[in-house]
């Protein structure tokens, strides 16, 4: 059962602005960064976003993350079709002392 | 470029034991925590497991401990993860991942294997 809560799904034509959310608690988002993966079909996940908001190099700049108290979101600008695919939020938990995961958004390109 | 390699996947039966391996390639070994995530086929991930650097800071998921190990050889280059009293819920792709620092806590997991299937069932 995971403890991060995400938006079942979101979708948009190409070039449009997609947002999707992960809503914690105060021991996990609310104390802690928030990381983003994005996983393709059929592939393993692949770090998008670290630290609430900074991009790994080679993640394009279209995608943008941000936090504010317990709660995060992930935002896709000017949507492609290879970003069709799952997003997890994750957050360390300092009362279970592990690692959450989200739930998972996933989002269809139409 | 890093390169982590699963195997020790498996059909076993309930209440039984499997070891899964890691090799690791393309970076420092010993410079960083390592963990495994797994994965039910058509559903979310869930972190399994983290071990440092130097096997000095463990930490496991409660619907894993004490019955699943994570372990690390250094000189090898090898991560792995002891899985004793399988059950069927166990049932999943292993992925095993690296972080990005020394330690396992904050767990930003930045490279990941392509997983070993591990079924429980008899």
């Known amino acids: 059962q995971s403890v991060l809560t995400q938006s079942p799904a979101a979708s948009g034509t190409p070039g449009q602005r997609v947002t999707m959310s992960c809503s914690g608690s105060?021991?996990?988002?609310?104390?802690?960064?928030v990381n983003w993966y994005q996983q393709l079909p059929g592939t393993a996940p692949k770090l998008l976003i670290y630290?609430?908001?900074q991009r790994p190099s080679g993640v394009p700049d279209r995608f943008s993350g941000s936090r504010s108290g317990t709660s995060a979101s992930l935002a896709i600008s000017g949507l492609q079709s290879e970003d069709e695919a799952d997003y997890y939020c994750a957050a360390w938990d300092d009362s279970l002392n592990g690692l959450v995961f989200g739930t998972g958004t996933k989002v269809t390109v139409l | 470029e890093v390169q982590l390699v699963e195997s020790g996947g498996g059909l076993v039966q309930p209440g039984r034991s499997l070891r899964l391996s890691c090799a690791a390639s393309g970076f420092t070994f010993d410079d960083y925590a390592m963990h495994w995530v797994r994965q039910v086929p058509g559903k979310g991930l869930e972190w399994v497991s983290g071990?440092?650097?130097?096997?000095?800071?463990?930490g496991s998921a409660d619907s894993v401990k004490g019955r699943f190990t994570i372990s690390r050889d250094n000189a090898k280059n090898s991560l792995y993860l002891q899985m004793n009293s399988l059950r069927a819920e166990d049932t999943a792709l292993y992925y095993c991942v690296k972080g990005e620092t020394v330690v396992v806590v904050g767990a930003t997991l930045t490279n990941w294997g392509q997983g070993t299937l591990v079924t429980v069932s008899s």
């Open positions: 105060s021991s996990n988002i609310g104390s802690n960064s």
């Open positions: 630290s609430n908001s």
């Open positions: 071990i440092s650097w130097n096997s000095g800071s463990i």
